[in-house]
């Protein structure tokens, strides 16, 4: 099970952080990636994070922007948002991919997904 939590509205401009909780399965061998889909277009995929070595890949669109971070102890991945805009307005998913070596932002090749939280960016 995949919880995401920390959506909210914020001010152009402005940082959100958001946490996704794990349980049910060992984090420790899964690729983790966050997504977000804005109302009438397909799920993107922004940013992800490997199991092996914590290397990351992220969309042109938040390159600069945003970190995905893990901590695998604590089985929660993190996605912290800086200088937010009015197009990062969606709801906001967490993702879990069964594989041991680096990452990819393409949500088919994730296996199992939370229910998402809506992050909106407006004054």
């Known amino acids: 099970q995949l919880v995401e939590s920390g959506g909210g509205l914020v001010q152009p401009g402005g940082s959100l952080r958001l946490s996704c909780s794990v349980s049910?399965?060992?984090?420790?061998?899964?690729?983790m990636g966050w997504f977000r889909q804005a109302p009438g277009k397909g799920r993107e995929g922004i940013a992800c994070i490997a199991s092996d070595d914590g290397s990351t890949v992220y969309a042109e669109t938040v390159k600069g922007r945003f970190t995905i971070s893990r901590d695998n102890a604590d089985k929660t991945v993190y996605l912290h948002m800086n200088n937010l805009e009015p197009g990062d307005t969606a709801v906001y998913f967490c993702a879990a991919d069964i594989r041991l070596i680096s990452c990819d932002n393409d949500p088919n090749l994730y296996d199992y997904w939370g229910q998402g939280t809506q992050v909106t960016v407006a004054s």
């Open positions: 049910g399965f060992t984090m420790d061998h899964f690729a």
